[in-house]
């Protein structure tokens, strides 16, 4: 809802500003789409990693209480 409002903050202020960001904002999530793609890979990659290493101490501690 901020975003909004300063878009529209903008708007008043520098419409032709407003409107070129109004166009390129698609553009840039367009282009930034498969970086955050590759990061949710690598923070997979990481993850399994950590789990990897950590399950001969999780096999050791034995079975939680409950």
Known sequence: ???FL???LLL???WPL???A???YP???LILLPF??????VDGVFEFLRALFM???RILRGPRAT
Do not use: D
């Open 18 to 20: 407003a409107l070129l």
């Open 55 to 57: 399950l001969p101490a």
């Open 36 to 41: 955050r793609l590759l990061g949710i890979a």
């Open 27 to 29: 553009l840039f999530w």
């Open 1 to 3: 809802m901020m975003t």
């Open 6 to 8: 300063l878009w529209l």
């Open 22 to 24: 109004l166009i390129l």
């Open 12 to 14: 008043i202020f520098c």
